[in-house]
């Protein structure tokens, strides 16, 4: 290459460093499923990774997007029109807005974009206003939910998991502008993101995406590897491929909605049906109702209470209560047996000395209590129930029992335990066991199709000894 040219390109280099210093947000380039979820139209989105995979990076790209109502190649697809009030939520405004927030916004916003910043009674940056009129609020998961309820927003930021109550009261500010919302997390302790946004995921109302970090091509592969030495099998799943963590000690990895969740259908009469009770003393008792089919097939088919169950922390039924709600619940239905938690069916009252089993037998409702409640006993015929490596499952869930569906995917092995030294996984957590019992119990029962059926004899009318009649 002559003189002439290596300056003419040096030149040139140098024209699109400058123009790269200027407006690097036109210089982003989105890796893997980043492009997707910045293209994607849904009206609430949802990306996880493991650290260190851009998730924060492509949730300020696209904050930018949304305040000067263009995207970084150029396009405005999906994008509200200029001025808009675009809220950004961070956890700790302290440790985030400097550090980690206005870091990247100052990294990707162009020249004369940010016209000017007011901070918050904190010292911190509050409110950015952009030089086409539009507004950039940052608020922090420590304030009153309350304070954002009031506003109405054009687009919304969540950077890593928000309490519940805090994506209610953003949410309604997003009703009258359509406003759009955007998650961008890894999967720390977070499951209500996982049970009402990531799991409802249909690509149309609600979008989610994944990265991970063994994938991110700006990250070299030594440090990788290095970040995984010091991390815990469990660390890893989160960690590094944003897997939600409280799934990664699930105790029945095994279970999934694509396979053992089923749309509901009405049971043949034929089919045996059982209902199984978990009762308590200050909560409602868990009720549900299986059935099973010619090939022994288990099938949960309906619930009580209807309402999550999780959410529900008092109950003052009575046994005449329960009792009609089980008679309004199975109307003529034929339940071929009705089995109660052995321990808590077989105990007396401390206040009437009598069991719940007699309680209910004075209303001709009769539970049988002898059940084996070895824990690990149980767990394994779940999991053999599960399995589909050897043919069908043997147990599957209507999609309306949403409280069966919620336990498989949090019952999970007690935390404390898993980062423990000794006696890792021992102990399963409360969340999801009162579900996970009836199952328990009826497996112990040994339900088979053929409990349910009878030989018909068809009556002979006597002929006499003609054989005719006479």
């Not at 009252?349 to 002898?370: C, P």
Request: proline residues 6%; glycine residues 8%.
């Amino acid at each position: 290459m002559e003189h002439g040219d290596l300056v003419d390109e040096y030149k040139q280099l140098k024209e699109q460093a400058q123009v790269f210093k200027e407006a690097p947000f036109f210089f982003f380039e989105p890796y893997g499923q980043q492009t997707e979820f910045l293209e994607h139209p849904a009206q609430i989105r949802l990306i996880t990774g493991g650290n260190r995979t851009g998730k924060s990076t492509v949730g300020v790209v696209e904050v930018l997007a949304h305040c000067m109502g263009f995207r970084h190649d150029g396009t405005r697809k999906n994008l509200p029109t200029p001025p808009v009030d675009i809220l950004a939520m961070v956890n700790d405004r302290r440790k985030a807005v400097d550090k980690i927030l206005m870091k990247k916004i100052k990294e990707f916003s162009a020249k004369g974009w940010i016209e000017h910043t007011k901070n918050g009674t904190d010292g911190y940056p509050e409110i950015l206003r952009f030089s086409n009129g539009s507004r950039l609020y940052i608020g922090s998961y420590m304030q009153d939910p309350s304070t954002y309820e009031g506003h109405d927003w054009h687009g919304v930021w969540f950077d890593e998991p928000p309490p519940r109550k805090m994506f209610v009261a953003v949410r309604r500010g997003c009703l009258d502008h359509g406003g759009r919302i955007w998650f961008t997390l890894t999967p720390l302790s977070c499951p209500w993101i996982y049970n009402e946004i990531a799991s409802r995921a249909d690509g149309i109302r609600i979008a989610d995406f994944h990265l991970d970090l063994m994938n991110n091509p700006y990250i070299p592969e030594k440090e990788k590897l290095s970040f995984i030495e010091d991390l815990t099998p469990e660390e890893i799943e989160s960690r590094v491929h944003g897997k939600f963590s409280h799934l990664s000690g699930s105790i029945f990895p095994e279970f999934s909605r694509e396979t053992h969740v089923v749309r509901g259908f009405e049971i043949p009469e034929s089919w045996p049906r059982f209902l199984v009770m978990d009762p308590h003393d200050r909560r409602p008792c868990y009720m549900a109702w299986f059935a099973i089919n010619p090939k022994n097939q288990l099938f949960c088919y309906r619930e009580w209470p209807h309402d999550p169950f999780h959410s529900i922390k008092t109950c003052r039924n009575s046994v005449r209560d329960y009792v009609s709600i089980i008679r309004t619940e199975e109307g003529k239905e034929s339940i071929y047996e009705r089995i109660i938690d052995p321990n808590f069916g077989k105990t007396p009252s401390v206040f009437t000395g009598r069991t719940l089993i007699e309680e209910y037998e004075d209303h001709n409702l009769d539970f049988y209590a002898e059940i084996n409640n070895d824990l690990s006993l149980g767990h394994q015929r779940i999991h053999e129930a599960l399995r589909t490596d050897i043919g069908e499952p043997k147990f599957l869930v209507f999609e309306g029992c949403r409280n069966m569906v919620w336990a498989f995917e949090n019952y999970i092995w007690n935390q404390k335990d898993m980062e423990s030294e000794y006696g890792a996984k021992e102990r399963p957590g409360d969340a999801g066991k009162d579900m996970i019992d009836t199952l328990r119990y009826l497996l112990d029962f040994e339900p088979q199709f053929s409990m349910g059926q009878s030989v018909s004899v068809e009556e002979t009318r006597d002929l006499g000894v003609t054989g005719y009649g006479g």
